[in-house]
Every structure is written in structure tokens, then in C-alpha cells.
């Protein structure tokens, strides 16, 4: 399967939908929600409430599409300037598929937003040369339920798979290489593609690649099939939690670190805010 099979997906911003009612999965972002909030879970997955996307997001999902249409190019004709290029059309993609997007910048920071894209799509042919090779596939939608019913799902930037077979998951990042905490962040969603990939292909993938574009480093890491099933016994318990949560309504909230970006402190108990009344697990919902 080349690139140009794969449809292309729904560009993918931080904003939320209200009215997209399909039954919950686990995915790196709503597994990570659930662990620092469960309540922060709910809001998300559940009452879907909507959010406002940051200018980093935007700038990660432009640089994404553009990437997405470099190698969606003939090999020959994958050259730097051809890739910067792709960044207007990039935006308009990002724009037409999430119109709330644009209304999100102000005066100036759209200018600001597009050279920063640019900069970081240059950037990347100092980390490897895309006239080289060809992916399998970028932003690739997988998904798979475990045997316990476990449902999985996500989008994988790209796999690359070697002439011998071995497969390498790659993952971009538009922000700097991570301190021991975010680092800790990137290894749990770079895990779950290693154990759908391994579910899905029935192999465990040589390598995992992020590919930290902001300053030109990149973190590997070579699972194994043992810690990849501990992996996958630790997606299958937090699933297990969020249901029973699900099913009695009952998601705390939980004080951290991070409650400071978060979007929903007038809904919370911990700031003074009551949340909406719960609708119901999404699958008991006519």
C-alpha cells in the first residue's frame, strides 16, 4: 500500500464536537485525560463540550497536513521548497475542514503562525531526507478492539516499513524534545501504536520515532512484545475504570499541575463550578 492509497483523514485540531455522539474509545489523548482527570475525561469524551484550539495546536496540525501532502508527492519531487509551499494550502485544508480555526487568530498571528509552520517544514530536511524513501502510509486512521473489548483508536503520522519488513512508527512534534515528564507523555502514545500495530500486523514494530521539529531532535525507542502486552493489560484496566465510571456517572475531579490550561474551571467542583447534568454513557443513548 502506497500513500496515495489512503484516503486523507479529518484534519485533526484540539477543538471538540458537541454533536458527534459515537460510542467512546481509547485513544493516547482521552487515556492521558482520564488519568489526570477523570472529570476532564467526561467533559471531552462524553459531554463532548467544545474547546478552543491554541496556536500551537493550529501550527501542529498545518505543519502535519503539509507533511501529509509532501509525501503524497512523487519522491523526485519532494524538495524543501516544494514543502514550504505546501503550507498555504496546508491552511487552507486546516481552514476549510475547522472554519473556527481562523477565527481563533487575531491581527498579525496568522502571518506569525504560517512563517513558523514554514520554518519548522525547512527544518525537518535537517533531520532526514524525504526523496529517499517512501512511507507505507501517513495519518493513518487505525483502530482495533482488544480480546476483551478494549476499543482502540488513533491516527498514526506515518509507518514506514523496510524492504526486510521491519516497521517503524513515526511520530512529529512541532514543539522542542521533552524533559523527563512530556517525555514520559510521548513513550505512553508512541506505546499504544506499537501495540495496535503489533495486534493489527501481528509483528512488533523495529522502531519508534518522534521527531521533535522545533529543535531538530528526535527520540527512539525499541519496544519488546512482553512490555508491550503489560502495555496492553494497563490500556485494558484504565477502559475497565472508564466504563464503570461511565456507566455510574461518577468522574472525579482531580487537582493537578495542569488544571491551569484547562478549558472547563467554571464547570469543575474544584473551582466552584457545577458541571452539566450527565447525558448517559453514549452507548445507552437512543
Not at 27 to 35: M, N, T, V
Not at 58 to 72: D, I, N, P, S
Not at 147 to 157: K, N, Y
Request: proline content about 8%; glycine content about 6%; hydrophobic content about 35%.
Amino acid at each position: 500500500m502506497s500513500i496515495t492509497d489512503v484516503p486523507a483523514p479529518p484534519v485533526r485540531t484540539g477543538s471538540t464536537s458537541s454533536t458527534r455522539r459515537s460510542a467512546p474509545a481509547l485513544s493516547p489523548s482521552r487515556a492521558g485525560d482520564y488519568k489526570q482527570c477523570p472529570l476532564l475525561y467526561r467533559f471531552r469524551a462524553i459531554d463532548r463540550i467544545p474547546e478552543k484550539s491554541t496556536k500551537a495546536q493550529v501550527k501542529g496540525t498545518v505543519v502535519h497536513a503539509a507533511l501529509e501532502a509532501l509525501y503524497g508527492m512523487p519522491s523526485e519531487s519532494r524538495h524543501s521548497e516544494t514543502a514550504v509551499g505546501l503550507v498555504d494550502a496546508a491552511w487552507d485544508r486546516v481552514c476549510a475542514e475547522s472554519p473556527e480555526v481562523a477565527d481563533a487568530l487575531v491581527g498579525d498571528e496568522r502571518t506569525v503562525l504560517l512563517d513558523q509552520a514554514r520554518d519548522l517544514v525547512a527544518g525537518y530536511y535537517e533531520m532526514e531526507d524525504p526523496t529517499r524513501f517512501d512511507p507505507e502510509s501517513c495519518e493513518q486512521r487505525v483502530e482495533i478492539d482488544l480480546e476483551d473489548g478494549t476499543p482502540l483508536r488513533g491516527f498514526i503520522d506515518r509507518i514506514d516499513v523496510a524492504p526486510n519488513g521491519m516497521v517503524r512508527v513515526v511520530d512529529y512534534k512541532t514543539g522542542k524534545a521533552p524533559r523527563e515528564f512530556t517525555e514520559a507523555k510521548a513513550l505512553f502514545q508512541m506505546k499504544f501504536y506499537a501495540l495496535v500495530v503489533m495486534r493489527l500486523r501481528g509483528i512488533v514494530p523495529a522502531q519508534l520515532k518522534l521527531m521533535y521539529l522545533a529543535d531538530k531532535q528526535s527520540l527512539t525507542y525499541t519496544p519488546d512484545e512482553g512490555e508491550l502486552i503489560r502495555f496492553e493489560r494497563m490500556l485494558s484496566a484504565i477502559w475497565k475504570a472508564i466504563v464503570a465510571a461511565g456507566k455510574s456517572g461518577d468522574f472525579q475531579p482531580k487537582r493537578g499541575k495542569l488544571c491551569g490550561w484547562c478549558d472547563h474551571q467554571a464547570l469543575c467542583p474544584e473551582f466552584g463550578g457545577t458541571p452539566p447534568a450527565y447525558p448517559g454513557w453514549p452507548e445507552a443513548r437512543s
